[in-house]
């Protein structure tokens, strides 16, 4: 935690953060103040439920070792081609659309921390808004979430919004923990491999 946050972001950062799982990454992501609408939370969980499915076929926790025991080469390579057409057909798909900005930020099924760039309107503590985000890179779609400012802070890169999540449906909710836990157990892999 940053000691020379204010004392609103320190809570807000302890309340958000505390205790829970969290991944700190960099994701197309943006904040809008102001927009009312509920965002779409049962998209959102179809979106996080496709994503564990697609992950589950592909094995990607298990290692690469026992996929390749687990597949024969011509599935593995059909696999691989169906990779790279994914990212193909999300790249087309992001230049025909508005796409998010990259945004380092750190998530927790309580909420997000989200930096923004010099110069961004700070908005007013307890401000409602939608943050919208996308929770794969290979796939262009993005969840839309209602969110509440719980604190701001402005540092050498900018302004740094902690926004706070509503009371989400269970399912939403554990269908979040879940790709948070999947962006965990990556984020240990890749680092174990450095």
Do not use: Y
């Not at 809008?32 to 990607?60: I, M, W, Y």
Request: glycine share 8%; aromatic share 4%.
């Amino acid at each position: 935690m940053n000691t020379g946050w204010p004392q609103a972001a320190q809570a807000a950062e302890a309340g958000l953060f505390a205790e829970t799982l969290s991944c700190d990454a960099v994701l197309p992501a943006d904040f809008s103040v102001g927009l009312t609408r509920p965002g779409r939370l049962p998209q959102a969980e179809a979106l996080l439920l496709g994503l564990a499915q697609v992950e589950d076929l592909r094995g990607e926790d298990s290692g690469e070792e026992k996929r390749g025991e687990q597949l024969p080469m011509l599935v593995q390579r059909m696999d691989a081609k169906l990779d790279l057409m994914l990212v193909l057909l999300g790249r087309l798909t992001r230049q025909s659309m508005d796409a998010l900005p990259m945004r380092t930020l750190r998530w927790s099924a309580r909420g997000l921390r989200l930096h923004l760039e010099p110069g961004t309107t700070v908005p007013a503590q307890e401000a409602q808004g939608l943050l919208r985000l996308q929770p794969s890179e290979w796939l262009p779609d993005d969840l839309e979430l209602p969110a509440s400012v719980a604190a701001t802070a402005e540092d050498a890169n900018g302004l740094v919004l902690w926004l706070r999540f509503p009371a989400f449906p269970p399912g939403l909710e554990e269908a979040m923990n879940r790709h948070l836990f999947r962006m965990h157990r990556r984020q240990i892999a890749d680092a174990r491999r450095r």
